[in-house]
Nanobody
């Protein structure tokens, strides 16, 4: 089982980045996927989520309108398009795949993270 994030890097304020999360080793299409971010010394913050079929999405208020989550189940991948990046978006971004069972409980997998740095 693997989730591998990519696409992070160094950009100027106002620029864009597109993160990718590639899954392998499990039935990706059965999992909802979320992007989280975590600054040093802080807990993980939800950025955006997308349902298994890609029909529904949710966003953190601070990212709404700037970030767009999408997925391509044929490619076992989820994406995070980040526009109008700000200094405060600098941190490590993680993807998480989660499957909730009807009878209770859940199974989740995390990627290793990708660094996004916004600096002039």
């Amino acid at each position: 089982v693997q989730l591998v994030e990519s696409g992070g890097g160094l950009v100027n304020p106002g620029e864009s980045l597109k993160l990718s999360c590639a899954a392998s080793g499990f039935t990706f299409s059965g999992f909802a996927v979320s992007w989280y971010r975590q600054a040093p010394g802080k807990g993980r913050e939800l950025v955006a989520s997308i349902t298994s079929g890609g029909v529904s999405t949710i966003y953190s208020d601070s990212m709404k309108g700037r970030f767009t989550i999408s997925r391509d189940n044929a490619k076992n991948s989820v994406y995070l398009q980040m526009d109008s990046l700000k200094f405060e978006d600098t941190t490590v971004y993680f993807c998480k795949a989660e499957q909730v069972f009807a009878g209770g409980g859940a199974r989740a997998y995390w990627g290793q993270g990708t660094q996004v740095t916004v600096s002039s």
